[in-house]
């Protein structure tokens, strides 16, 4: 082992000295590397653990969308429900010619308003074929009670949210009135048109937004109880969920004129947009405590500087070059980075990791949910750690110690011998 990679180990605290009895020992250079160490950790750690949190959260959420959800619609302006309903089988055998797309369904969809005894809710409908639903979305899975295949045509059955069927206090055979928003207009005035179903099933996505506002029925009977109101056209599920504004756009470019085609991301552009936007800020200020960490770091370091100048000045003058002398220091300062950083790694992937188990335990102790679902997309904590973030954090964690290294480096390779010795 050179002299400076030993001495540059033994200021960082990181090296085994022997002391002869009688002498001082001065631990004040070593507590203040471990103070800088561990601040150092604290802040690699912490960047981990928020961003995998931020990250499972979004993933979390985008998954139960994509549940319900397809990838990709497409929309048939100017053509009526029951056409789209009768040759859904030929469109989607044009979408079909796309090797990306994997599965197709037709579908309804419009607003509507359901009412039982004196609850009133919002809804969007949805219009479904339930023998190929499962091609594009995880529906008939996500059933707690009933069945999709109790959505049969003309039997005017619905399958509701699990909130939306506990705010209107009902269950399998119950009926409820769904009012569309297109009616007739006579001598007594507006009526709207409205039409009693029978609940047949109830779904959970583990999304509260979608489970109490979204309902399914058969897409004959959507078609009869629309009408002319809402949307028609067909579902597509594809390989990779990535790619959908690029397959969309060649969908759209593939297909006859005036077809209409929207995706996954443009469905809450917005919510999307503010998570990704949230990652990026809570990354720069996290990151900028790991930025003070590094400034403690150089502040130690100086200070080191200070405390040892005559061990600098000693070292001199029995042939150590200022380029050595440098090296002590950026072995110390380097090396303090190192440590923290492996610390900071290890336990901020531990954290992120485990989290699933983590946070239930505290959550038991102290009699609280952290998570309510009434007020989060989500009922659990999630985590999703990336290795090439952790990996990220961990350069900006080396660059940043390597860089608070610097100066004190500089500065004590300048240092003359003669003038700390002067007074010595």
């Given amino acids: 082992m050179s002299f400076e990679l030993w001495i ?26 471990g103070i800088s ?78 009412v039982r005894n004196s609850a009133l809710l919002g809804a969007q409908v949805r219009g479904i074929d339930p023998d190929v639903e499962a091609s594009v979305s995880e529906l008939p899975d996500q059933l707690i009670a009933g069945d999709v295949k109790n959505l049969t045509a003309n039997s005017f059955g619905v399958l509701l949210g699990q909130q939306m069927a506990r705010q209107l206090g009902v269950g399998v055979g119950d009926t409820i009135m769904v009012m569309a928003p297109q009616g007739s207009i006579s001598p007594a005035g507006f009526s709207p048109r409205m039409r009693q179903v029978t609940v047949v099933g109830v779904f959970s996505a583990g999304h509260y937004e979608f489970d109490s506002a979204f309902a399914f029925m058969h897409v004959e009977d959507a078609a009869r109880v629309f009408r002319d109101s809402g949307t ?41 947009a503010a998570v990704k936007t949230e990652k990026r800020m809570m990354f720069l200020i996290l990151t900028l405590i790991v930025a003070v960490a590094a400034f403690n770091l150089l502040s130690s370091l100086v200070m080191a500087v ?70 989060y997309f989500v009922s659990e904590l999630p985590s999703n750690p990336e290795p090439t973030v952790i990996f990220t954090i961990a350069v900006i964690s080396l660059v940043l110690s390597f860089l608070a290294t610097l100066y004190p480096s500089w500065r004590a390779a300048k240092l003359q011998p003669a003038q700390v010795l002067r007074y010595d």
């Fill in 306 to 375: 200070k405390d040892k100048s005559s061990d600098i000045a000693i070292l001199r003058t029995i042939g150590a070059t200022p380029a050595e002398i440098a090296r002590i220091f950026l072995v110390q300062g380097v090396s303090i980075g190192v440590v923290g950083t492996f610390l900071g790694v290890s336990a901020g992937a531990l954290i992120a990791y485990n989290i699933d188990v983590i946070v239930p335990a505290i959550e038991r102790v102290v009699g609280q949910k952290f998570l309510p679902a009434e007020v």
């Fill in 37 to 114: 160490m561990a601040g150092i950790a604290l802040g690699v750690a912490a960047l981990i653990v928020v961003l995998s949190v931020m990250n499972g959260f979004q993933t979390q959420v985008r998954d139960r969308m994509l549940s319900v959800l397809p990838h990709i619609e497409l929309f048939y302006p100017g053509v009526s429900h029951k056409e789209v309903i009768e040759h859904w089988h030929d469109l989607a055998a044009q979408a079909e010619d796309n090797p990306a797309v994997m599965g197709a369904a037709p579908f309804v969809a419009a607003p509507a308003m359901v």
């Fill in 8 to 33: 540059g180990l033994r200021y960082a605290g990181l090296a085994r000295v022997r002391r002869q009895a009688g002498k001082r020992i001065d631990r004040f250079v070593s507590f203040v590397a």
């Fill in 232 to 272: 028609s056209g067909i579902r597509l599920r594809i390989q990779d969920m990535q790619n959908a504004p690029e397959v969309s756009r060649q969908l759209v470019n593939a297909m006859p004129y005036g077809v209409q085609a929207t995706n996954w991301t443009q469905s809450n552009p917005t919510w999307f």
